[in-house]
């Protein structure tokens, strides 16, 4: 039960911001995956990644998804 509760609270999370947010959504989950340049140093990069999607704990389908486009793209 509680692995569900886990997960449904991710996606909600996950859902959340690309409703409210998707080219920032969309940026930091290519950035943190390493598909984005880490050496292109644009102000308007930096607006649009944002950090704390990885801060909360309970975040685990945003950080399931970056291991994935990690290993397989």
Same mark, same amino acid.
């Given at each position: /039960?509680?692995?569900?509760?886990? /997960?449904?609270?991710?996606?909600? !999370? $996950?859902?959340?911001?690309?409703?409210?947010?998707?080219?920032?959504?969309?940026?930091?989950? $290519?950035?943190?995956? &390493?598909? $984005?340049?880490?050496?292109? &140093?644009?102000?308007?990069? *930096? *607006?649009?990644? !944002?950090?704390?999607?990885? $801060?909360?704990?309970?975040?685990?389908?945003?950080?399931?998804?970056?291991?994935?486009? *990690?290993?397989?793209?």
């Amino acid at each position: /039960m509680s692995l569900v509760h886990l /997960m449904l609270g991710s996606l909600v !999370r $996950l859902v959340t911001a690309l409703i409210a947010r998707p080219a920032a959504t969309i940026t930091t989950l $290519l950035y943190h995956s &390493d598909l $984005l340049p880490r050496n292109f &140093d644009s102000e308007r990069l *930096r *607006r649009l990644v !944002r950090h704390e999607y990885l $801060l909360v704990q309970e975040n685990c389908l945003f950080s399931s998804l970056i291991n994935v486009l *990690r290993c397989f793209w």
